[in-house]
């Protein structure tokens, strides 16, 4: 039997793929918060230039107050973070039991919001942890690169020996979906990291174009581009039983056709 689910931020990026999976698992949308067996929220203010009030108003006391709605009425509550609450790098992969230590001020807006969160009392809580979401309509720094992967031009990223987690938002928006019934933090990837100039590789196998990586000195570039930030999912797959439905050559391919397509 399906739920019922009010879902915040419907029109995005990702609110418009876990509106397709909502339907597929035949689970019903609905407009409040009223009547509903789960709230998924996933509205957030992302961007850089936003102030910590902007962000404090939206990011956390927007969500203390939807989870206070959610409570008094019974229905469950999915919060969608973020794992830069962990930091922006890290030696060894990320898990949940991580130490939060979040470097900008809206990964510090996540954090606060999932301590505001548990503070609420009687509510059913799931928290998600995703890094970097690609996949078709995606914007910012991985349509950067698609971009610059496209067009031919150089990258200096031949000699960066990192390791990233990536997750296609195919894959993202079915552990929500499984996600619905469950309480707990959990991490999520599609699988195996992979580095940043493999990535370019395969971009660029995606897309027809050979990725044009030089070899520049990965000391002089900016700490975030050389960077690792890995993670580990191993609770989201065997405490849920969850398995991404998507391997990460075809969340690149399809997120290349939409490229294309543009």
Request: aromatic share 6%; with cysteine; net charge positive.
């Amino acid at each position: 039997m399906g739920m019922k689910v009010h879902v915040t931020g419907a029109g995005g990026f990702i609110g418009r793929n876990l509106m397709s999976a909502l339907a597929r698992y035949e689970h019903d949308a609905v407009p409040a918060v009223a009547g509903a067996d789960a709230v998924v929220h996933l509205a957030a203010i992302a961007h850089r230039h936003a102030s910590r009030d902007e962000l404090d108003q939206v990011n956390v006391r927007l969500s203390a107050r939807l989870a206070r709605e959610a409570a008094a009425c019974g229905a469950r509550f999915l919060f969608l973070s973020s794992v830069k609450v962990h930091g922006e790098q890290s030696e060894q992969p990320f898990t949940e039991r991580s130490a939060i230590a979040p470097a900008d001020p809206y990964a510090a807006s996540k954090a606060r919001a999932e301590e505001a969160l548990h503070a609420v009392p009687g509510l059913p809580l799931a928290i998600l942890r995703p890094p970097l979401v690609y996949g078709p309509g995606v914007k910012a720094n991985f349509l950067l690169l698609m971009r610059a992967v496209a067009r031919g031009w150089p990258l200096p990223l031949g000699a960066v020996h990192n390791r990233r987690s990536l997750v296609y938002v195919g894959n993202l928006v079915d552990a929500i979906v499984r996600c619905l019934t469950a309480n707990g933090t959990y991490l999520i990837s599609d699988g195996g990291a992979v580095s940043t100039p493999q990535l370019c590789r395969e971009l660029g196998e995606v897309l027809g174009r050979p990725a044009r990586l030089l070899p520049f000195p990965p000391a002089l570039l900016p700490a975030k581009v050389r960077a690792s930030l890995e993670v580990d999912d191993r609770a989201l797959r065997e405490r849920l039983g969850w398995r991404a439905p998507h391997g990460r050559a075809a969340g690149l391919r399809a997120t290349a056709d939409w490229y294309r397509r543009r």
